[in-house]
């Protein structure tokens, strides 16, 4: 008797499972044991680097769970995992450089990290005293020395294959992250699974958790695995295909295409004759980033790809133009306006990059480009250290413009007094309320000349003779922001003549019906218009814009504080109704140049009364 076909498709199809099952498992079985051999690795050959990425991540899990309200221990939390994060690029220094080195060396290693214990704990007093705008780019700068330090340290002696060593570790680095990202995905589906069918409470800040765990002790334990130990681990490295795909038929076209748009908008500026805003600045230097970063990691694909020889061998040149014109607009803004830490930043971050690309220029025949990190390296610590740098040179500056803007206007006596003048031109009482902000923020603002103990910007009108003007702009759009709000309680409000009333917000089209449906007051956002009507009938329609024109222009644009009723109005009248709007606040944004008013959000009184 013959097998049912049934039943054979049903043993084959098991069968099938089971191997399809037994697979599944075997290939879980080999990624886990995977995972546990580049965790030994990484722990075995860098241990001191692990302990401090596991303590990093142990201090930020702590914060992570500290109540916001405890700012002062907050901020303790943050500074130390601060000291031990930046340990973890100083000590695979340290250990690279060991393993480079065949001979005994002077310094133990042991000695070596304890000097680092002493640097963490010194700069966790010296380099992170508080967390404000200097500690914290100060200590960015050094990480970023330190981190292109970990590149470099294995071919100080010499260049041969750095650049195909970076390209290994940033392949490494992209894939590691790219799992460590599904592995984070997963754990958090899970989570949220637990959560949803057995109605088990997940706290919020676990997901968090566990994101730090994946990317601060998981992800740089198998970055580490691929690390090469010597130079036979070098030298077996292909070029990852995927990486390959990326940068000729991706970035590289997108490079050029972007370059075109670059130049496009340069001959604009020709015929306009009008200089670029300060957004070009950062576009170009971010765009001239990108450039160098794809010019280095693609120098091992000129020899395989006509494409990528091509594109190396005259975007270098083609990029320059565009650093022209950034570094005219850098220029003018620093004449007009003095350094500000960012400018500064802007402006050597443009020196390297084109000194970058004078350098491919120079070697592209002979691509040897461990110098150019190095400059980068020495520019990063250059710039927040010693007497040269960004925030000395900020200061110095903006302090010359302030002692000028007071001796222009005759505003400071011999014995460093302030003289209040109101007759200040408002172009100069923005700047100086803009160097007093800056100071505020970033400095200690009783440096500045004749500035009393305990300044703040309120205290402008009785010291200087003017209100704060309020750096609230959009530079690179020509606006600048404005709100102005109503003193609640702080008037009666005048009613005499008006014979009905109603309030109104731009949230959404509104509309308020008065005495059963015979008038109506409405809003229409897409014209932001305000109606009233009269039995179906438009009697009065003005557009918010033209209502809170003539009170910001009263207040200036500068002004952020409440103001009185009297200045929160608007009248209007017309053969057929007599209106005021007295306004609870306005926000919106006003054109530099035309001084037209774009009013984006506003809530009002309405008084009305039609005339017989």
Do not use: C
């Given at each position: 008797?013959?097998?049912?076909?049934?039943?054979?498709?049903?043993?084959?199809?098991?069968?099938?499972?089971?191997?399809?099952?037994?697979?599944?498992?075997?290939?879980?079985?080999?990624?886990?044991?995977?995972?546990?051999?580049?965790?030994?690795?990484?722990?075995?050959?860098?241990?001191?680097?692990?302990?401090?990425?596991?303590?990093?991540?142990?201090?930020?899990?702590?914060?992570?769970?500290?109540?916001?309200?405890?700012?002062?221990?907050?901020?303790?939390?943050?500074?130390?995992?601060?000291?031990?994060?930046?340990?973890?690029?100083?000590?695979?220094?340290?250990?690279?450089?060991?393993?480079?080195?065949?001979?005994?060396?002077?310094?133990?290693?042991?000695?070596?990290?304890?000097?680092?214990?002493?640097?963490?704990?010194?700069?966790?007093?010296?380099?992170?005293?508080?967390?404000?705008?200097?500690?914290?780019?100060?200590?960015?700068?050094?990480?970023?020395?330190?981190?292109l330090g970990f590149l470099m340290v294995p071919y100080v002696h010499d260049f041969e294959g750095f650049e195909m060593?970076?390209?290994?570790?940033?392949?490494?680095?992209?894939?590691?992250?790219?799992?460590?990202?599904?592995?984070?995905?997963?754990?958090?589906?899970?989570?949220?699974?637990?959560?949803?069918?057995?109605?088990?409470?997940?706290?919020?800040?676990?997901?968090?958790?566990?994101?730090?765990?994946?990317?601060?002790?998981?992800?740089?334990?198998?970055?580490?695995?691929?690390?090469?130990?010597?130079?036979?681990?070098?030298?077996?490295?292909?070029?990852?295909?995927?990486?390959?795909?990326?940068?000729?038929?991706?970035?590289?076209?997108?490079?050029?295409?972007?370059?075109?748009?670059?130049?496009?908008?340069?001959?604009?500026?020709?015929?306009?004759?009008?200089?670029?805003?300060?957004?070009?600045?950062?576009?170009?230097?971010?765009?001239?980033?990108?450039?160098?970063?794809?010019?280095?990691?693609?120098?091992?694909?000129?020899?395989?790809?006509?494409?990528?020889?091509?594109?190396?061998?005259?975007?270098?040149?083609?990029?320059?133009?565009?650093?022209?014109?950034?570094?005219?607009?850098?220029?003018?803004?620093?004449?007009?306006?003095?350094?500000?830490?960012?400018?500064?930043?802007?402006?050597?971050?443009?020196?390297?990059?084109?000194?970058?690309?004078?350098?491919?220029?120079?070697?592209?025949?002979?691509?040897?480009?461990?110098?150019?990190?190095?400059?980068?390296?020495?520019?990063?610590?250059?710039?927040?250290?010693?007497?040269?740098?960004?925030?000395?040179?900020?200061?110095?500056?903006?302090?010359?413009?302030?002692?000028?803007?007071?001796?222009?206007?005759?505003?400071?006596?011999?014995?460093?007094?302030?003289?209040?003048?109101?007759?200040?031109?408002?172009?100069?009482?923005?700047?100086?309320?803009?160097?007093?902000?800056?100071?505020?923020?970033?400095?200690?603002?009783?440096q500045l000349a004749g500035v009393p103990q305990g300044f703040e910007m309120g205290d402008m009108d009785s010291i200087?003779?003017?209100?704060?003007?309020?750096?609230?702009?959009?530079?690179?759009?020509?606006?600048?922001?404005?709100?102005?709000?109503?003193?609640?309680?702080?008037?009666?409000?005048?009613?005499?003549?008006?014979?009905?009333?109603?309030?109104?917000?731009?949230?959404?089209?509104?509309?308020?019906?008065?005495?059963?449906?015979?008038?109506?007051?409405?809003?229409?956002?897409?014209?932001?218009?305000?109606?009233?009507?009269?039995?179906?009938?438009?009697?009065?329609?003005?557009?918010?814009?033209?209502?809170?024109?003539?009170?910001?222009?009263?207040?200036?644009?500068?002004?952020?504080?409440?103001?009185?009723?009297?200045?929160?109005?608007?009248?209007?009248?017309?053969?057929?109704?007599?209106?005021?709007?007295?306004?609870?606040?306005?926000?919106?944004?006003?054109?530099?140049?035309?001084?037209?008013?774009?009013?984006?959000?506003?809530?009002?009184?309405?008084?009305?009364?039609?005339?017989?």
């Amino acid at each position: 008797m013959g097998i049912n076909p049934i039943v054979m498709w049903l043993r084959i199809h098991h069968q099938n499972d089971q191997s399809v099952k037994e697979g599944v498992k075997m290939k879980v079985k080999d990624l886990g044991r995977q995972l546990l051999q580049r965790f030994a690795i990484s722990f075995r050959r860098f241990p001191v680097s692990m302990f401090m990425a596991a303590a990093t991540v142990t201090l930020l899990i702590v914060l992570n769970h500290v109540d916001y309200q405890q700012t002062q221990y907050r901020e303790i939390l943050e500074r130390v995992s601060m000291m031990t994060a930046i340990g973890f690029p100083m000590t695979l220094i340290i250990r690279l450089y060991r393993e480079d080195r065949s001979g005994p060396t002077r310094v133990p290693e042991w000695m070596a990290y304890g000097l680092v214990i002493v640097l963490q704990v010194a700069g966790f007093f010296l380099l992170v005293p508080e967390l404000g705008m200097i500690q914290v780019t100060r200590y960015t700068g050094y990480s970023l020395a330190l981190y292109l330090g970990f590149l470099m340290v294995p071919y100080v002696h010499d260049f041969e294959g750095f650049e195909m060593h970076v390209v290994r570790l940033f392949a490494a680095f992209f894939v590691t992250y790219l799992y460590s990202g599904i592995l984070y995905t997963g754990l958090a589906l899970m989570l949220g699974a637990i959560h949803i069918l057995f109605e088990i409470t997940i706290p919020s800040r676990l997901y968090f958790d566990i994101f730090l765990v994946v990317a601060g002790v998981v992800a740089p334990a198998v970055f580490l695995s691929e690390v090469p130990r010597n130079s036979e681990e070098k030298r077996s490295y292909d070029y990852s295909k995927v990486l390959r795909g990326v940068f000729l038929f991706i970035v590289m076209p997108l490079l050029v295409v972007y370059t075109l748009i670059l130049y496009a908008f340069f001959i604009r500026l020709l015929i306009t004759r009008q200089w670029p805003h300060n957004l070009v600045a950062h576009l170009v230097v971010w765009y001239g980033i990108a450039t160098a970063i794809t010019l280095f990691l693609s120098t091992p694909l000129r020899q395989q790809h006509p494409w990528a020889a091509l594109f190396a061998r005259w975007m270098p040149a083609v990029i320059l133009l565009p650093f022209g014109i950034m570094f005219t607009g850098i220029g003018i803004r620093i004449h007009a306006y003095g350094v500000t830490e960012p400018r500064f930043f802007l402006l050597v971050t443009g020196i390297w990059l084109t000194g970058a690309m004078l350098f491919f220029i120079w070697r592209f025949r002979e691509p040897r480009y461990l110098p150019i990190v190095a400059a980068l390296l020495v520019m990063a610590v250059l710039s927040v250290t010693g007497p040269w740098n960004a925030y000395s040179i900020s200061r110095w500056s903006q302090s010359n413009r302030y002692r000028q803007l007071l001796a222009n206007h005759q505003l400071l006596e011999t014995d460093g007094t302030i003289i209040p003048r109101q007759n200040i031109p408002e172009e100069d009482q923005r700047s100086i309320s803009s160097i007093l902000q800056y100071y505020l923020r970033y400095h200690d603002v009783n440096q500045l000349a004749g500035v009393p103990q305990g300044f703040e910007m309120g205290d402008m009108d009785s010291i200087y003779g003017f209100a704060a003007h309020y750096d609230t702009g959009i530079p690179w759009e020509g606006q600048e922001y404005v709100y102005l709000g109503r003193e609640e309680g702080s008037e009666l409000i005048p009613i005499e003549g008006y014979t009905h009333m109603t309030t109104l917000n731009t949230y959404g089209s509104q509309k308020t019906e008065i005495n059963e449906a015979e008038l109506q007051v409405t809003y229409h956002p897409e014209s932001r218009t305000i109606r009233i009507l009269n039995q179906s009938l438009i009697v009065y329609q003005q557009r918010l814009d033209e209502m809170a024109e003539p009170i910001i222009q009263a207040a200036g644009t500068g002004k952020m504080g409440p103001l009185p009723f009297g200045e929160m109005i608007f009248t209007d009248e017309t053969e057929t109704v007599k209106v005021m709007i007295a306004f609870r606040h306005i926000n919106g944004v006003v054109n530099r140049h035309s001084q037209k008013v774009e009013v984006e959000g506003a809530e009002m009184e309405v008084f009305f009364a039609l005339k017989p």
